[in-house]
């Protein structure tokens, strides 16, 4: 009688464990809570928490059940860190839930997205031991679909930096010229240097692209002979000097001074100099600002008077000429003539201004093409081609040229490293782009790139702040990956030159705001310009709703 009593008492107690095992074995879908569901792809990761909610009596007390998120889509399959719970009598570190009032845990999940992810679907798959035998619970489907409108951000958008050109349409010519005078006297000796002078002011009679802007005359004397002498002295060298400029047909307006002691000339020779005694000199003239009070001064220093006398004051007594001449460059026209023609005759800075006075994009993109091999070694020009193949999508042309272009004296100037940014966010490397940023203030386009990164980071409130005012794709992605569908849909509707992306994010947010025809009219010009792309709104949950309706597939033909 005992001994069946013992078998009975036994028997129950299997039958209460199985009962147990049962209940986790129906555990349904409802008993699972995801969040963000559907699920969201952000910064390169779909990630969320799964809250679990045990019945109670449902979990046995010497259980072990190992709970692993799957993300499976068409292609493939990925899997989470493994979250492991146990019974009330298990000597364990795992997270316990007690058998008689089960119990709510939470378990977080993490997946690197990968194409094919927007239409799946994440399950709960389980390892379960009672007793240390396994027993089965059923996998559970928790989620379906994942938005991945983070994913329409596109460092494309951003305009990469272009260098400047330093083009000037009137350019100066100077040319300079002494007339060297005698000690104490003021008539007039002509040179090779005046000469030159006269000839170029004579030149600009028969060219109609030189024009004399203006001709200087500082006419001094040196210091020494006291100031009354000086005065009268530098005065007749400077009118003598004008009659001279007449007589051999100068006729340039002259702005005329002169300086009866040169103390400026003279306290520039003697830093210039090793004269004896200089620094004794220049203590002087610090010291002392009467004129007379420095000569004085000065003579006491017999040695190096004599030395002054003989290498510094000569130079001091001189009329100083200083023409400048205009010189007007090429026209509009000439300039476009030959960036067509023959762009090996323009100047690098000439065919940069080119490419903006270009009446064709294409036209443009020529001249930039053959400023890079003409000019190979100015990093501006390397850099600015590199610009145009990222214009045009093609990321490793612009590494290429963008390696010239640092090569070439760019590597630390601010359009080059804007642009490797760019390379790095197309990359999707933001920690390098922002080192790149970090060295490229002052571009116009800095916040916008920025703004883009911060994107790419998750992190929609400081990409909002960052883009302010910028009417562009990537800025209304930022507001509709924010909540923010309407002021999404007012920057879309006003970027000037729509693209694929522009359309396709209309559609988006028009689904949120539940207008269906703008869901339709967007998507068919959006296949207008991509057919292709635009099919993916077959696996974008954005439009989970519409997939059925014939309307939604003709808009996509």
Known sequence: MKKNLIRLAAGLLLLAGLVACNKLGDLTPENFTVNPNPLEVKAGKVEGTITANFPEKAFPKKAVVEV??????????????????????????ATVIAYKTGGSVSMDFSFDFVPGMEKSTLVLRFKATNKNKEFEIPEIEVATGCVATANLVNAYDVAPA???????????????????????????????????????????KTDSTRTVASLELVSTA????????????????????????????????????????????????VQESSVQDKELILRVLGTYQ?????????????????????????????????????????????????????????TVDELMFATTIAATPEAAAKYTKSNAEINAADWRTQNNYGALLFATEDAEGAKAYMDKAAAAGGSDKAETNFNYGLLALQAKDVDLANQYFGKAAGIEQLAEAQGTMYIMKGDYAKAVSAFGNTTSNNAALAQLLSGQTDKAAGILANVADKDFDTYYLMAVCAARQGQDSAVYSNLKEAAKLCKEGVQKAMNDIEFGKYWTLDEFKAALQ
């Open 68 to 93: 692993t998120p799957v993300l499976k889509y068409e292609g493939g399959e990925a899997t989470s860190a493994p979250a492991t719970f146990q019974g009330e009598k298990v000597q364990g570190n």
């Open 162 to 204: 272009l260098a400047k050109d330093s083009f000037q349409r009137v350019t100066q010519e100077v040319t300079e010229a002494d007339i060297m005078f005698q000690i104490q006297r003021s008539n007039v000796k002509g040179n090779d240097e005046v000469k030159a002078l006269n000839a170029a002011v004579a030149a600009t």
């Open 222 to 269: 040196s210091p020494d002979g006291g100031v009354k002498l000086n005065e009268t002295l530098a005065a007749a060298r400077e009118k003598n000097t004008k009659t001279y400029l007449k007589r051999q047909k100068n006729q340039a307006a002259i702005d005329a001074q002169y300086i009866a002691q040169d103390w400026e000339g003279f306290q520039k020779l």
């Open 290 to 346: 009467d004129p007379e009070e420095r000569e004085a001064e000065i003579k006491k220093l017999s040695a190096a008077y004599t030395e002054l006398a003989e290498d510094i004051l000569p130079k001091l007594r001189r009329s100083h000429l200083r023409l400048t001449i205009d010189v007007q460059g090429k026209t509009d026209e000439e300039i476009i003539a030959l960036a067509d023609s023959q762009p090996d005759s323009l």
